[in-house]
């Protein structure tokens, strides 16, 4: 859900009801485009750990 500040109406809101055999989630990107902040909802799952989906995405992971 997104809301453009604490206690205001939902801007935009995403049900994500088809999870089943996945251990981590991607539910939302949030980017910028020009001056202007977006956010898109994915729903994508993966059977794998966080620590590999993430490894998938460019992020470094230590220890």
Do not use: C, K, N
């Not at 977006?38 to 460019?58: E, K, M, N, P, W």
């Amino acid at each position: 859900m997104v809301v453009p500040a604490s206690g205001e109406q939902a801007v935009a809101q995403a049900t994500l009801d088809a999870a089943t055999t996945e251990r981590s989630l991607v539910m939302a990107e949030i980017y910028r485009r020009g001056p202007l902040w977006r956010i898109r909802a994915v729903g994508q799952g993966y059977d794998h750990d966080l620590a590999s989906t993430a490894r998938s995405f460019g992020v470094d992971i230590t220890g």
